[in-house]
C-alpha cells in the first residue's frame, strides 16, 4: 500500500489537509494545557509605589476597590498607606493588590506581561488612573509589612516658651494606640535662651517604619531637615532633624566636647570710658571659676569725641555640638553677637571673623597722621569766615590730635553769564567763597595700604566732609601726602 494515494489521502483513507489542522489543534491545547495547568495558576499580592499624588487621589485609594489594565482589569486593592513626604499638596502611595498570575518558564505573569519589580505599571479604578512602580511580589499577605527600624535623631527646637521648656523632660514617651512606645526623648540641653523662648537641642530614639529603604515615622518621611513632631503625654515637640544615628545607648546622649577658636568682634560707637577699660589678658569665667574668654589683642579708632569704634580679639572655650560651635548657649557664626564679660567689664560685639587657635593672625590697621588738601566751591561767606586753624578734633583717650586744620585759602566763586548780546564773561559772585584747606589727619591705614577717617575711605578725588564746632564743610581730596 502507497503512503498516498492518487486522490492525496494518507494511507488511502485520511484526507492530507485535514490531518494536518487536526495535528495544529492538538499542538495548541497541549501547549495551553500546560501553560494554564493548576500547577502553573495562583494568585500573588503585589506591591506598587505610586509617587506624588494629590492629597485626593490619596484618600480615594481605598481597600476593596478594583484596578485593572488592559491586560488585567480583576486587581483587588486589599492594602493602602499614603506618606506624607513633604511636599506641599503631594503624597507617596502604597498600594497592595491581590491578582491571579500563571507561570511560563519560570516567570510569573499577570495577563500577557512579565511580572518584575521595578517595572511600571498603568492602571485604573472606576475613579482615576494612575502610574506605579511595582515593589514587592509575595505569595501571602494581604498587608503591606513594615520593617521596623529604631533610630535616634536629633532635632533643633527653636523659640519654646518657658513654660513648656518646663515640660520637657529625658524619659518622657509617645505611645501608639495599643501603648506601644514609639518615641522617647533621651537628652535635651539648652542652646539658647532669649526674649523670645529657649533654643533647645533634643535626642529622641524612635521607632521607624523603613520602605524602599527610606524612613517614616507615622507616614512622614524622616530626613535630615525634615520637621517631626513628638507627642508625649503632657506637651509636643517639634523640631527640625539635624542627625539621624544607630539606635544604641552611646547615641542616646547629646555629646558636648569643649572647643578652642579665635573671634574678632566688632563694637562700634563705645563710650571712651568703657572702651579703656578693654585691655589685653583680661578674662571671663565660668560659675565654676574657669576660664572661658581671654582678650588677645584690641584696636581702637576714632568715632566721636565721646566714642570709639572697637575690634577685639579673644580667645574663647566654645561647646561643639551637632550643629556648631557654642559660647555660652549662643552659636559662634559670622554676623552673631558675642558678649565678653569679665569682672570690670561687658563688651558686646559682631562677630567679623573665626580662626582656629593655630591661625597665623592678620595685623590689625595702623593708625597714621597724613596731610590732605581739599577745595570746597560755594560756599557761603558766613561759612568761609567760621572756619579756623587749629586742632578740631583731639582723641583724649590716646592723647592724640585727630584733625587740624593747618591752613586756609579763600577766594571769590567765579560764575558764567550771559550777556544780552551774547557774550559769555566770567565774574566773581558777590557772597560765595572757594575755600581751600590744607588738614591734617588721624587715618586708619589698612594691611592693603587703604585709609580710612572714621570708617570713610579717603583717596584723591574722593569727599571729605569736615565737621567743626560751628560749622560744617564738604570738599574734594585734591592731594594726600605723608605728615
Given at each position: 500500500?502507497?503512503?498516498?494515494?492518487?486522490?492525496?489521502?494518507?494511507?488511502?483513507?485520511?484526507?492530507?489537509?485535514?490531518?494536518?489542522?487536526?495535528?495544529?489543534?492538538?499542538t495548541?491545547?497541549?501547549?495551553?494545557?500546560?501553560?494554564?495547568?493548576?500547577?502553573?495558576?495562583?494568585?500573588?499580592?503585589?506591591?506598587?509605589?505610586?509617587?506624588?499624588?494629590?492629597?485626593?487621589?490619596?484618600?480615594?485609594?481605598?481597600?476593596?476597590?478594583?484596578?485593572?489594565?488592559?491586560?488585567?482589569?480583576?486587581?483587588?486593592?486589599?492594602?493602602?498607606?499614603?506618606?506624607?513626604?513633604?511636599?506641599?499638596?503631594?503624597?507617596?502611595?502604597?498600594?497592595k493588590?491581590?491578582?491571579?498570575?500563571?507561570?511560563?518558564?519560570?516567570?510569573?505573569?499577570?495577563?500577557?506581561?512579565?511580572?518584575?519589580?521595578?517595572?511600571?505599571?498603568?492602571?485604573?479604578?472606576?475613579?482615576?488612573?494612575?502610574?506605579?512602580?511595582?515593589?514587592?511580589?509575595?505569595?501571602?499577605?494581604?498587608?503591606?509589612?513594615?520593617?521596623?527600624?529604631?533610630?535616634?535623631?536629633?532635632?533643633?527646637?527653636n523659640?519654646?516658651?518657658?513654660?513648656?521648656?518646663?515640660?520637657?523632660?529625658?524619659?518622657?514617651?509617645?505611645?501608639?494606640?495599643?501603648?506601644?512606645v514609639?518615641?522617647?526623648?533621651?537628652?535635651?540641653?539648652?542652646?539658647?535662651?532669649?526674649?523670645?523662648?529657649?533654643?533647645?537641642?533634643?535626642?529622641?530614639?524612635?521607632?521607624?517604619?523603613?520602605?524602599?529603604?527610606?524612613?517614616?515615622?507615622?507616614?512622614?518621611?524622616?530626613l535630615?531637615?525634615?520637621?517631626?513632631?513628638?507627642?508625649?503625654?503632657?506637651?509636643?515637640?517639634?523640631?527640625?532633624?539635624?542627625?539621624?544615628?544607630?539606635?544604641?545607648?552611646?547615641?542616646?546622649?547629646?555629646i558636648?566636647?569643649?572647643?578652642?577658636?579665635?573671634?574678632?568682634?566688632?563694637?562700634?560707637?563705645?563710650?571712651?570710658?568703657?572702651?579703656?577699660?578693654?585691655?589685653?589678658?583680661?578674662r571671663?569665667?565660668?560659675?565654676?571659676g574657669?576660664?572661658?574668654?581671654?582678650?588677645?589683642?584690641?584696636?581702637?579708632?576714632?568715632?566721636?569725641?565721646?566714642?570709639?569704634?572697637?575690634?577685639?580679639?579673644?580667645?574663647?572655650?566654645?561647646?561643639?555640638?551637632?550643629?556648631?560651635?557654642?559660647?555660652?548657649?549662643?552659636?559662634?557664626?559670622?554676623?552673631?553677637e558675642?558678649?565678653?564679660?569679665?569682672?570690670?567689664?561687658?563688651?558686646?560685639?559682631?562677630?567679623?571673623?573665626?580662626?582656629?587657635?593655630?591661625?597665623?593672625?592678620?595685623?590689625?590697621?595702623?593708625?597714621?597722621?597724613?596731610?590732605?588738601?581739599?577745595?570746597?566751591?560755594?560756599?557761603?561767606?558766613?561759612?568761609?569766615?567760621?572756619?579756623?586753624?587749629?586742632?578740631?578734633?583731639?582723641?583724649?583717650?590716646?592723647?592724640?590730635?585727630?584733625?587740624?586744620i593747618?591752613?586756609?585759602?579763600?577766594?571769590a566763586?567765579?560764575?558764567?553769564?550771559?550777556?544780552?548780546?551774547?557774550?559769555?564773561?566770567?565774574?566773581?559772585?558777590?557772597?560765595?567763597?572757594?575755600?581751600?584747606?590744607?588738614?591734617?589727619?588721624?587715618?586708619?591705614?589698612?594691611?592693603?595700604?587703604?585709609?580710612?577717617?572714621?570708617?570713610?575711605?579717603?583717596?584723591?578725588?574722593?569727599?571729605?566732609?569736615?565737621?567743626?564746632?560751628?560749622?560744617?564743610?564738604?570738599?574734594?581730596?585734591?592731594?594726600?601726602?605723608?605728615?
Open positions: 500500500m502507497t503512503l498516498l494515494d492518487p486522490q492525496g489521502r494518507l494511507f488511502g483513507k485520511y484526507n492530507l489537509v485535514d490531518v494536518l489542522v487536526v495535528l495544529v489543534i492538538l495548541i491545547l497541549l501547549f495551553a494545557g500546560t501553560r494554564f495547568a493548576p500547577g502553573n495558576q495562583k494568585h500573588l499580592y503585589v506591591t506598587v509605589w505610586v509617587k506624588d499624588v494629590t492629597v485626593w487621589f490619596a484618600s480615594g485609594v481605598e481597600v476593596g476597590d478594583y484596578a485593572g489594565s488592559k491586560n488585567n482589569p480583576s486587581l483587588l486593592i486589599t492594602d493602602v498607606k499614603v506618606f506624607d513626604v513633604g511636599k506641599s499638596g503631594k503624597r507617596d502611595v502604597q498600594i493588590f491581590k491578582t491571579a498570575v500563571h507561570n511560563l518558564e519560570g516567570q510569573w505573569y499577570y495577563g500577557e506581561e512579565k511580572l518584575t519589580i521595578g517595572n511600571k505599571v498603568e492602571l485604573d479604578t472606576f475613579k482615576m488612573s494612575f502610574e506605579g512602580k511595582i515593589t514587592g511580589v509575595d505569595e501571602e499577605g494581604e498587608i503591606i509589612p513594615e520593617v521596623a527600624a529604631k533610630r535616634v535623631i536629633t532635632m533643633e527646637v523659640n519654646v516658651p518657658d513654660w513648656q521648656y518646663e515640660t520637657f523632660r529625658i524619659g518622657l514617651t509617645e505611645n501608639d494606640s495599643k501603648g506601644n514609639v518615641a522617647e526623648i533621651t537628652d535635651i540641653k539648652p542652646v539658647k535662651i532669649n526674649n523670645n523662648g529657649a533654643d533647645i537641642m533634643v535626642k529622641v530614639q524612635i521607632n521607624l517604619a523603613e520602605i524602599n529603604d527610606e524612613l517614616y515615622f507615622k507616614t512622614k518621611q524622616v535630615l531637615g525634615s520637621r517631626v513632631t513628638v507627642k508625649t503625654l503632657p506637651t509636643e515637640l517639634r523640631g527640625t532633624v539635624i542627625d539621624i544615628e544607630e539606635a544604641n545607648e552611646a547615641n542616646k546622649k547629646i558636648v566636647r569643649e572647643v578652642e577658636k579665635i573671634v574678632e568682634i566688632n563694637a562700634d560707637s563705645v563710650p571712651v570710658d568703657l572702651a579703656a577699660s578693654i585691655s589685653v589678658g583680661d571671663e569665667f565660668d560659675s565654676e574657669n576660664p572661658i574668654a581671654e582678650v588677645l589683642e584690641t584696636y581702637s579708632s576714632f568715632s566721636t569725641y565721646t566714642e570709639r569704634n572697637l575690634v577685639v580679639r579673644i580667645r574663647i572655650v566654645g561647646e561643639l555640638i551637632k550643629g556648631g560651635i557654642f559660647f555660652k548657649g549662643n552659636k559662634i557664626a559670622r554676623e552673631s558675642l558678649t565678653f564679660n569679665s569682672k570690670d567689664t561687658l563688651l558686646s560685639g559682631a562677630i567679623s571673623k573665626i580662626y582656629d587657635v593655630s591661625a597665623s593672625l592678620p595685623t590689625f590697621e595702623t593708625e597714621v597722621l597724613e596731610i590732605i588738601e581739599i577745595e570746597a566751591t560755594g560756599i557761603e561767606s558766613f561759612i568761609s569766615d567760621a572756619i579756623q586753624t587749629g586742632i578740631i578734633e583731639s582723641d583724649p583717650l590716646n592723647d592724640k590730635s585727630v584733625l587740624e593747618l591752613s586756609k585759602g579763600t577766594k566763586h567765579s560764575i558764567t553769564i550771559i550777556t544780552d548780546d551774547g557774550q559769555i564773561l566770567k565774574q566773581s559772585h558777590p557772597t560765595l567763597k572757594d575755600v581751600s584747606l590744607r588738614l591734617r589727619l588721624l587715618l586708619a591705614k589698612s594691611k592693603d595700604g587703604e585709609l580710612f577717617f572714621k570708617g570713610k575711605s579717603i583717596k584723591v578725588g574722593g569727599k571729605i566732609t569736615i565737621e567743626m564746632p560751628n560749622v560744617d564743610i564738604t570738599g574734594a581730596i585734591t592731594t594726600i601726602q605723608e605728615s
